[in-house]
């Protein structure tokens, strides 16, 4: 890294990088839950699930937003001297610093089947899906700044999360056109050939 320089991660990819997991394991844990009857039927099960679906979507979504909010306010300008780590990297080191918390999740959302079949499966997609939620909403205010939001790698947690943790003090911004993707974190589609 160049003298004073920085690695800094995208906000919104951290966000992210959680999302895809949480969601895949989630519908696979319902998907074999209603393969049992559990103690409380299939059907109380679903509707639990379902419940606990939209819950865990509106909260993961929505918590935190206004500190991201203010850390957003506050950014500053990042210096030449910053590498800007790339996508895949960002949520390599998100996934591997996580993969012990999603397996446990995924095993007891397994085990829970057999108590309210598909609930904690759907428990888990709920907040996969409120995370994709969440680094849209990071996208959106992105556009509307006209900035990408970057955090310090070394202030983000041993395990590559919480871009608005305790550690956080500041984010840094860049062009809408830097790194290798778009506002929200999603990858950059490439060009069109003309």
């Not at 606990?52 to 991201?68: D, E, G, I, M, W």
């Not at 509307?144 to 305790?166: H, T, Y």
């Not at 003090?169 to 490439?190: E, L, M, Q, S, W």
Request: proline content about 3%; some cysteine; glycine content about 14%.
């Amino acid at each position: 890294m160049a003298r004073g320089g920085q690695g800094l991660a995208r906000v919104a990819v951290v966000v992210r990088a959680g999302a895809a997991p949480l969601w895949w394991l989630g519908v696979l844990a319902a998907g074999i839950g209603v393969l049992v009857p559990g103690l409380t039927g299939r059907r109380i099960g679903v509707l639990a699930g379902a419940a606990l679906f939209v819950v865990a979507t509106a909260v993961v979504a929505s918590v935190r937003r206004k500190r991201y909010t203010a850390l957003a306010g506050s950014a500053v300008r990042a210096g030449k001297h910053d590498v800007l780590q790339d996508r895949a990297v960002t949520v390599r080191n998100w996934r591997r610093g996580h993969r012990w918390w999603l397996l446990l999740a995924f095993l007891a959302a397994l085990g829970s089947a057999f108590a309210v079949p598909a609930a904690a499966g759907l428990l888990m997609a709920g907040c996969g899906a409120g995370l994709w939620l969440k680094s849209a909403w990071i996208g959106r205010r992105e556009e509307a700044g006209d900035a990408l939001l970057w955090v310090r790698v070394d202030w983000l947690a041993r395990d590559a999360g919480r871009p608005a943790g305790r550690a956080v003090k500041a984010y840094r911004g860049t062009g809408i056109a830097a790194g290798d993707a778009a506002p929200g974190g999603a990858k950059r589609k490439a060009p069109a050939l003309v």
